[in-house]
């Protein structure tokens, strides 16, 4: 079973599409985030939601938009693709830290998004 | 601003030990994570610090000094498969993780 999993995995689209990137997570964790990953290998969040709840959103274009419809589920969608939305974008989820649970994120595979 | 350091990259030999550093500066603290990201690969969990001192798991040590801003994580025994990027991230006060940029690790044979 895939704790985390995104689809698709390789998107390839034209600037100005619009694309959505799917994710779903079966650890029963309460918060779940979008990260951007760029050709110099720099994580930077973009979402996380907590039960339902935006709690971040750093300096993201509008133009990107989280849709979460239940806990398990956080989707992003992203209107107008222009060239620098190229990128890999990873989907992950944690629980709050307690006990002997870390808190670490679990993250999904990646979706490696090309704009053409 | 909140910031963490470690090197770009990193060339060790098959069956040595290579110690990558990170430092950091952020509002607050509340743990440190170590990942590992093989090329073309999600982040995985390597360790956690969140009181000063060595945890030890396996191959792999993470050492924290909380007054210093600085962690280490050493790898023993290097295996071919232990090429890979390392990332340090930080807890702040607010419970947001701070990423730094990773350590690509490169091992010869």
């Known amino acids: 079973d895939t704790a985390v999993s995104q689809t698709p995995k390789y998107l390839v689209t034209q600037m100005g599409n619009d694309k959505s990137i799917k994710c779903e997570q079966n650890?029963?964790?309460?918060?779940m985030y979008w990260y951007k990953q760029d050709s110099k290998k720099f994580l930077k969040i973009m979402f996380s939601?907590?039960?339902?709840?935006?709690?971040i959103n750093e300096t993201v274009p509008n133009r990107f938009s989280p849709k979460s419809p239940d806990k398990a589920h956080l989707n992003l969608h992203i209107n107008s693709l222009e060239l620098g939305d190229s990128a890999v974008y990873f989907c992950?989820?944690?629980?709050?830290?307690?006990?002997?649970?870390?808190?670490?994120?679990?993250f999904g595979e990646g979706s490696r998004l090309t704009v053409l | 601003g909140q910031n963490i350091d470690q090197p770009t990259e990193m060339t060790a030999t098959e069956g040595a030990i290579v110690q990558i550093n990170c430092t950091y500066q952020?509002?607050?603290?509340?743990?440190l994570f170590w990942y590992q990201q093989h090329a073309g690969e999600a982040p995985t969990f390597l360790s956690y610090?969140?009181l000063d001192g060595l945890e030890e798991k396996g191959r792999f040590s993470s050492f924290l000094s909380r007054s210093k801003g600085y962690s280490y994580l050493l790898l023993k025994e290097l295996q071919m498969k232990d090429s890979a990027s390392y990332l340090c991230?930080?807890?702040?006060?607010?419970?947001?993780?701070?990423w730094g940029a990773g350590t690509k690790l490169i091992i010869k044979p």
């Open positions: 610090n969140v």
């Open positions: 952020t509002s607050g603290f509340n743990g």
């Open positions: 992950a989820s944690s629980s709050p830290p307690r006990g002997r649970n870390t808190g670490e994120l679990f």
């Open positions: 991230a930080v807890v702040d006060s607010n419970y947001q993780l701070i």
């Open positions: 650890l029963g964790h309460d918060t």
């Open positions: 939601y907590n039960n339902k709840e935006l709690i």
